[in-house]
């Protein structure tokens, strides 16, 4: 999923996480409010998610939050994309 650089929080679509079949925890605390256009962003559970960049060895842990219905199109007009090396990242 694609945010804006300048959001600190990490989202994750309820259909990705299926996919992934990552453990799953509920989530109880108040709705996010740093996401533009989605002022009051209420997650449904939080999945911890280890991962890695494509030809690596060194794994991250991250707990993302669950959402539903989350229209990332309106997102996509504000990244700019960015070069690393040889490739280009949105």
């Given at each position: ?65 669950i ?15 960015q ?8």
């Open positions: 999923m694609v945010l804006p650089f300048n959001v600190d929080v990490d989202i994750m679509c309820d259909k990705i996480y299926r996919r992934l079949n990552a453990l799953i925890q509920p989530y109880y605390e108040a709705a996010l409010t740093a996401i533009p256009g989605y002022p009051d962003l209420k997650p449904v559970e939080t999945a911890e998610v280890e991962w890695s960049f494509c030809g690596q060895r060194q794994t991250h842990r991250t707990t993302f939050h959402v539903r219905d989350l229209d990332i199109r309106q997102w996509r007009r504000d990244c700019t994309p070069k690393y090396g040889n490739q280009e990242f949105r």
